[in-house]
């Protein structure tokens, strides 16, 4: 399996950016598709975004669509999700996860592997 590092999260008023990181070690991070997913307090893990293994191809939640941007380096072993015009409602731990799938999915059932996750606070 692949170990996952996320980085980046922090606090930040609404209407700012932030960029997260994940950065992977073990198995060649070019053969997994990578996803971002949020958790809120009382709240289920949902799915944020997702992008293939070429970075050609990717997929967002409507809630994010048109914001946040999911990118890949695959020189550096590293994803991205770059978020802009973060609200309060965008508050949660954001992880990244890796899956062997050949499609890019949206549940956490087809991520075989997690990060340990980084915190997103936007104040209002």
């Known amino acids: 399996q692949v170990q996952l590092v996320e980085s980046g999260g922090g606090l930040v008023q609404a209407g700012g950016s932030l960029r997260l990181s994940c950065t992977a070690s073990?198995?060649?991070?070019?053969?997994?598709?990578m996803g971002w997913f949020r958790q809120a307090p009382g709240k289920e893990r949902e799915f944020v975004a997702a992008?293939?293994?070429?970075?050609?191809?990717?997929n967002y939640a409507d809630s994010v669509k048109g914001r946040f941007t999911i990118s890949r380096d695959n020189a550096k072993d590293t994803a991205y999700l770059q978020m802009n015009s973060l609200k309060p409602e965008d508050t949660a731990n954001y992880y990244c996860?890796?899956?062997?799938?050949?499609?890019?999915?949206?549940?956490?059932?087809?991520?075989?592997?997690w990060g340990q996750g980084t915190q997103v606070t936007v104040s209002s």
């Open positions: 073990g198995r060649a991070f070019s053969s997994y598709v």
């Open positions: 996860a890796a899956s062997a799938s050949y499609y890019l999915p949206v549940t956490t059932g087809r991520y075989n592997s």
């Open positions: 992008i293939n293994r070429s970075g050609g191809n990717t």
